[in-house]
């Protein structure tokens, strides 16, 4: 930082610190540290939420459809 010629990006999540450019899905996002790390935690969650959900499936444990608001709603 302050280096002559040499731009600075903000970080597009949280937008308080410097970011490095990160390639997520292909797309280049400017992310600090912490806010790229956050990502990829969040990413390995919803890994872990998803093949759960597909191991329910298969042991016949969920029916392909939950409770939303009173209504049977298929996409869950």
Known sequence: MGEVGRE???CYACRS???????IGGTR?????E?????KRANRQMME???????????GTCSG???V?????PFF
């Not at 610190?17 to 390639?23: E, Q, T, Y």
């Not at 939420?49 to 042991?59: A, G, I, T």
């Open 49 to 59: 939420y998803l093949n759960q959900r597909r191991s329910s499936f298969r042991r």
């Open 65 to 67: 459809f939950e409770e």
């Open 8 to 10: 600075v990006y903000v």
């Open 35 to 39: 806010c790229y790390e956050l990502h």
């Open 29 to 33: 996002y400017f992310l600090c540290d």
């Open 17 to 23: 610190r410097p970011a490095r450019a990160r390639s």
């Open 69 to 73: 608001s009173g209504k049977r709603d």
